[in-house]
């Protein structure tokens, strides 16, 4: 790691286990939340009210909490012998080392338990043992068994071959997971690794699963498919993929694909760029590639600092831009970084709402804060849908110029959906073109004189409807047939 990266790991961690601290020590405004939570998230398409988290940009300027505050966060004696503790328990290591899974931070967790946890199948350590995804083992382990079988090889042979890559598995999760042994990880890591590829296989196959189709369990095929979205549900892909190479070397393949090639089948249909396959673009687990597929294989370098975004963030949402005769047009990509401001067009990159949305956005979110602190392009595109969002009516509008796909139905719940992840999402460094391109339509509708903007106030003053329409040219006639009697009557009077 370079010491700009190892840097960066410091910092979040400082930021982490004092907000776990912080949590540890007053959690009152944590229990609050997930009280408010519990109360309105009976069942995963709950949502959270809009009005607790939703500030306006002078609260957000003031919350200490804020990185676009100017003032300091309070300092707790008690907390920061708490916070050295908990670094002396990680251990250095930990804290320098290359992991790319974690446990969602309380700061996020508390916002919608939900979004984070699994609710069929535990993948990896973290959630290992919980009782209520018990049932699923015995399928994992029939599934795994399928594979060996398929595979020609033997569970011996395979937990040797996981064995020599346990280290460096258990390297990719930030916890140590002290309880679990080298052996007793290994035969984890087997378990639920040969369970993803054979799902992978006869997803792949289905019209030739034949007799075996009931181990897909297509009733919980969907439900399977979410928490194969969460962070905190991964194994690392290297691993997965070695496996099946392992298993499936290239001459014993026949007609089956690469892993990579089976992993872009399986989440085909949340690949909205339709990215092909590339070896050479390195994905940590299943959540990381999900996030890739909203950006370029070769992202912009973010350049400005979380302060300048506090002075240019957009300060108009998307009903207000257009009433300043902003038009709202939708681009033809999908990728977060192809906004763009000319003239007076806003082209915003289509957006894909469907079911999967909200798990999805809060782990590739909870991702990005925990590892991507200088790349958090999703939570910089959540900052400006936030902004362009407070209302149903943002969406409808949005949804009407093609701009937002909703597949969840209620406007209200895709508001409510972007506004908490905006709200919560922390930005260490700003995308420098959504700074410039919010600079630019601040001022452009801050801008009375230009043509367009004194169009939109006429119909936004006095054109709403064909009767405000009538009754303002009635009046404009009545005004200059005024004047021109007035002014004739002094002409008459001065001869």
Known sequence: MSNNEIEAAQQYMLELLYSQASDHISSDHFQQQHDMAEATDSDESATIPREPFVRSHEERTQDPRSPHSSQQPVEDDDVSLDIKEMIQ??????????????????TLRHLNEKAYTPLVVSIGPIHFGDKELHNMEVHKKNMCRKLINEAGSSWDDLFRFVQDLEPEVRKSYLETFNNLGGPELAELILWDAGYIIQLFIMNYKRDAVGKDAKLLQPSLGSTVFKDLLLLENQLPFFAIEKLFNEAFPHNNRGSLPSFLELTYFYFRRLNVQELKPNDNVEINHFTDLLRSFHLKRNGPTRKRPPSEAGRNILRYNANELQEKGIKLKASDSYCVFDMKFSSNIL??????????????FYNMIALEQC??????????????????????KDVDLLVSKKIVRNH?????EVATLFNVLGENATTWFFNSNYLDICKKLNDYSQDPWTWTGMKAILRRDYCQTPWHTVVSIVGILVFLLTAVHT????LQLGK
């Open 371 to 392: 590892h991507y602190h200088d790349k958090a392009y999703i939570s910089d595109y959540a900052h400006i849908l936030d902004c362009l969002i407070d209302t149903a």
């Open 487 to 490: 002014t004739t009557s002094i």
């Open 347 to 360: 082209e915003i990159p289509q957006l894909l709402v469907h079911v999967s949305a909200r798990r999805l």
């Open 408 to 412: 969840l139905g209620d406007p209200k």
């Open 89 to 106: 328990d990680y251990g250095d290591s930990a804290l320098l080392r290359e992991c790319c899974i974690y446990k969602v931070p309380p």
